[in-house]
């Protein structure tokens, strides 16, 4: 089984739309979560952190469910320029290792 | 702009040769990960480097080593390249190990 596991996609859908990425991962005693944004041969980028009360940023909201080992990504009013992949990590007991997803890929079409 | 520089940005290597790979953290980051990201992958942890020690490795081998200096950059190094090594190396840096990493544009490395 693999330590952070996500939907691969991909995902296409229209402008404007909302989409809900999923994400489940095997260690419990991972400290920390994160949705990073990678676009096409480019690095990871920091989106957002996620914390156990859920947080928002505009258009995104993050959830963490830390008793079913359970990350989600909400993007709601989708713009063009949210197609890149959603790469969901989690950083481990001892602060050192990210351990990424193999990421969800997003096509956002006109 | 995350502030985090890597050099080269390309390279093309022989199998058994060997390569260095630079990155220069941001500014006020002590910390420096290393991650290898095969293509249609998610990046794979290789080690991180703390105040100029390694402070942890993923499941790569000896040949895969590393180096920070005391301003905080770093370098990695690879031994004895083989083909599988090709791929986009990024590194990230953080302030302390307990932050958020910020990454390098990175160096996609070749291995013919």
């Known amino acids: 089984r693999k330590e952070v596991e996500q939907d691969p996609g991909p995902f296409n859908v229209p402008e404007g739309a909302t989409v809900a990425f999923n994400c489940t991962y095997s260690?419990?005693?991972?400290?920390?979560f994160f949705w990073y944004r990678q676009d096409c041969r480019k690095e990871p980028k920091l989106l957002m952190s996620?914390?156990?009360s859920g947080n928002e940023d505009g258009r995104f909201t993050a959830q963490l469910n830390r008793a079913s080992q359970y990350i989600s990504l909400l993007i709601r009013d989708s713009k063009l320029s949210d197609s890149a992949t959603y790469l969901c990590?989690?950083?481990?007991?001892?602060?050192?290792?990210?351990?990424f997803g193999s990421g969800t890929q997003l096509t956002v079409l006109p | 702009e995350t502030g985090v520089t890597q050099s080269p940005t390309h390279l093309i290597k022989t199998r058994g040769q060997q390569v260095t790979l630079r990155c220069s953290s941001q500014?006020?980051?002590?910390?420096v990960s290393w991650y290898q990201q095969a293509l249609g992958q998610g990046p794979q942890f290789i080690f991180q480097?703390?105040?100029?020690?390694?402070?942890g490795r993923g499941n790569f081998p000896p040949r895969f080593s590393g180096l920070q200096f005391p301003n905080y950059s770093s370098e990695l190094n690879v031994n004895a390249l083989e083909l599988d090594d090709s791929a986009l190396y990024l590194c990230?840096?953080?302030?302390?190990?307990?932050?958020?990493?910020?990454f390098g544009p990175g160096t996609r490395l070749t291995v013919t």
């Open positions: 990590v989690v950083l481990d007991g001892s602060a050192r290792q990210l351990t």
């Open positions: 260690n419990s005693a991972s400290q920390s």
């Open positions: 480097y703390y105040r100029e020690e390694e402070n």
């Open positions: 996620v914390y156990s």
């Open positions: 990230a840096s953080s302030q302390d190990r307990q932050h958020e990493q910020y």
């Open positions: 500014s006020g980051h002590n910390t």
